[in-house]
Structure formats: C-alpha cells, structure tokens
C-alpha cells in the first residue's frame, strides 16, 4: 500500500461507474488455513486474503510447527493430519478474533504449552466461553487474569470428546473454532448451543469449509451439532473474494447513484455478509446477481429509502449500512447487532459518536442504532473522522465522503488489518490524496 497520510482527506464525487474484484475473504482465508492445517497432506489455496488478519493466521500456524508456504495469493498448507507438531509455543495475535480463537482450539488438539495473547483492545475481547467448553473436552484452558479475555494459557494433551455447551450470544466463532477441531478429537463431540446464535452464516460457512475438505456434520439446525472423529482431506480451494470488502463499492454506488460490480461474490457465495446488497436492493437500489458476480445500481437521485434491518447474520455490514443512511429519506433502525460492542471497538457507540460528529440524529441502544438523515443544513463540516483504530470504521466512512464535502479520515492506515489497498481501490471511485 502507498503512504496514507494521516489524516487523509476525502473528495466527493459524482455517480461512480466501476468493476472491481476485491481481495480474498478474510473469514474463508482463516477458515481454510485452520482446516488445510489439519489435514492430512497439502493443500493449495488460492485467492486467498493478503492482509494483517491472514499474516497473523499464518504466523500461528507456523509457530505451531505446521508450514505454510508462499507469501501472495496463493498458499501451501502442509496438514499435520490434526497433529500439533510443536510442544510449546508462544502466540501473538494482534487484534485478529479469529486468529485467536481459532488457534485456542486448534492448540488444545496439541501435547504441550501454548500461550496466545494479542493487542491491548484484545485483552479486552471476550473468550471465555470458548475455553469453558475446551476445558469440558479435555484440555486445561484458562484466561490468566480472570477477566474473560487473553492472555490464555492451554496445557493440552488432546480433546477427548463428549457433549460441550456453548454461548450462541457473543459470536459465532466459538461455534466455529469448536467445529473445524472437533473431527480430530478421540471420540465423538456434540456441541449444543446455549441461546440463539448470532451471525449463522458464519457457522454455515464452517460447515461449508469443513465439507470441502471432507468433513461432514451432522446438525440440529443452529441448536446441536455432532461431529465424529474424522480425517481432513487435503484438496485445492479457491476462495472468494470478500463480500464484506464488496459491500464498501456497493455502498458508493447507492449513495452516489452510480454503478458497481464486483465479481468473485456471486450467486451461490457461502458468505453471509451478500446478503448487505439485498438490503441495498430493498432500500431502491437494483442488484443483479450472476454466478460470477453481482451489480449494483444505486437511485439516480442518490436517495435510498429507510426502514428497520436486522443485521444479526452480517453484524459488520452494519457500519456501511449506517453511513448510506445518512443519504435516505426516512430514518434508518439497525438491530439485533448488540455484539458490536465487542468487535475492535465499541462499533455501536463509535459510529453513534462519528456519525454525530457529521451533523446527523442518532439513537443509540444496547443492541440497536437508528439514524436520521442528514439535511441540508445539519451537515457539520470539515470534520476529521476518528477510526478507533478500527478497519472497517475508516472503509465505511470513506463512504459519507463520496457526498460531503470536508471530511476526512484519521488513522486510515488501520485498513491494513483486512484489505491494505483499499484506499487506492477507492481512489478509483473519487480522487483521493494518495
């Protein structure tokens, strides 16, 4: 990525026309390099995410004695057939949730120490539940301070199997970590799920990985879901390319009235987060989908309409949509999105604050925020976004800089995280400062 400067002032533009293939997504990149990690030989990746998220994954890994080789799109994973070659390790995972909560699971299969840790907000970031129900398969798993949070210390010597409960409240990536290692343990695991669980498609996301490379679950819709000792097969994967990072490009064209594609996320994607230009489509826009891609044309008045989403399923879409509701013509609710408040910020009060910062109206609740349009008059410029230090806080802002004129962006080298380019990706919408 190209210097940034900090802050990086934005430019509006007028209806953008543009195709673009976006990076790999980080959540099937991650998912796959846990179970290719795991098979029984090596696997090729392709496609696969180049970003701060897979670096860390991969580091891991590594650090567990498992080699991955290549340094671009394109990965070999050499499977240790669930095996944990090295006895001990030290883990850094930065603010990678997934990383760090993949890898637990992953390291308690192992016979030795490991010790995972990351940043400071990581320190702050919920795990406790997950290592609850590593503890019931066996491995002694512990946060060191008692918070909850990492630092986590596991002494393991394999899962053994049995019948774990686990929260479906906080995220799904306890589901998930739980599922990719569970075909490796000695005997059969049924994991129940305490609650409803929150963003589903990710679990069917693991389902799917875990399939593709041999696996299959037996399930209970999103309640229960047993999984008998089994081995990982290694096979080449292609992975798709980031709806998450797609949604960005189709915001712009929905605010912009203009026109976006993006091939790489098309009709049969397993990810959840496509479903953001349904809602789109639903707020006037015009989506077509294909088997390679989908297009978004937004309103030629730049106006989208309002309504009340429930982003359970795609809580990180919920920024994006967040900002586009600026440029509606009725307020915008988002619900169901209390986890937010766990991400890597307070997502809820931080876009509460920044988006108030721009001059607009909004209800903040424990699991909801409702956003007013902006007026003219009400808008509340030059201001200088503050990020949190967050990726998809900068991405999603970049959007209410396609129509306001003054805003820029603090800290927006924090996109590095996911998606380093984005900003001279973007520059192909609107000019930038780059």
């Given at each position: ?302 106006r989208l309409q309002g309504g009340t989403f429930d982003l359970n399923d795609m809580p990180d879409q919920a920024q994006t949509l967040a900002v586009c509701a600026l440029f509606a ?106």
């Open positions: 990525m190209s210097a940034v400067p900090d802050p990086l002032p934005l430019v509006p533009t007028g209806p953008v026309d543009l195709e673009i293939r976006v990076p790999g997504s980080k959540s099937l990149t991650n998912r796959a390099l846990a179970v290719a990690a795991l098979a029984d030989g090596v696997s090729e990746l392709t496609g696969a995410l180049v970003a701060e998220d897979r670096a860390v994954m991969v580091d891991g890994l590594r650090a567990l004695g498992i080699e991955v080789a290549g340094a671009g799109e394109a990965l070999s994973v050499h499977g240790a057939g669930g095996r944990i070659p090295a006895r001990q390790a030290e883990l850094d995972l930065r603010l990678s949730g997934t990383a760090i909560r993949f890898l637990a699971a992953i390291c308690s299969l192992g016979h030795g120490s490991y010790r995972l840790d990351g940043n400071a907000r990581m320190r702050e970031r919920p795990i406790g539940d997950l290592l609850g129900a590593l503890r019931a398969l066996g491995a002694d798993a512990v946060d060191e301070t008692g918070s909850g949070c990492p630092p986590v210390r596991i002494e393991a010597s394999g899962l053994h199997g049995g019948t774990v409960r686990v929260a479906g409240g906080r995220s799904s990536q306890y589901l998930s970590a739980l599922l990719m290692a569970a075909p490796c343990a000695d005997g059969p695991v049924r994991i129940e799920v305490d609650g409803e669980l929150l963003s589903k498609p990710f679990a069917d996301m693991t389902l799917a990985v875990m399939e593709a490379f041999g696996v299959t679950v037996a399930r209970d819709g999103y309640a229960a879901f047993e999984v008998t000792p089994a081995r990982y097969r290694p096979r080449p994967y292609e992975i798709e390319a980031d709806a998450m990072a797609a949604g960005y490009f189709w915001a712009a064209a929905a605010v912009t009235g203009g026109r976006v594609r993006t091939p790489g996320v098309g009709a049969t994607s397993v990810q959840g987060d496509r479903r953001l230009a349904d809602v789109l489509d639903a707020m006037g826009c015009r989506t077509t989908w294909d088997a390679d891609g989908v297009e978004v044309l937004g309103p030629l008045s730049g013509d009725a307020p915008v609710r988002i619900e169901n999105v209390w986890n937010l408040r766990i991400k890597e910020t307070d997502r809820l009060a931080a876009l509460a604050r920044e988006l108030g910062r721009l001059g607009a109206t909004v209800v903040e609740e424990e699991d909801a925020l409702t956003v007013h349009p902006l007026e003219a008059g009400e808008v509340q410029v030059p201001v200088a976004i503050d990020t949190y230090g967050d990726h998809r806080m900068a991405m999603a802002f970049a959007v209410a800089g396609l129509r306001l004129p003054g805003v820029s962006l603090r800290d927006p080298g924090c996109v590095a995280k996911t998606y380093p380019g984005f900003f001279e990706d973007w520059s192909r919408l609107a000019p930038t400062a780059l």
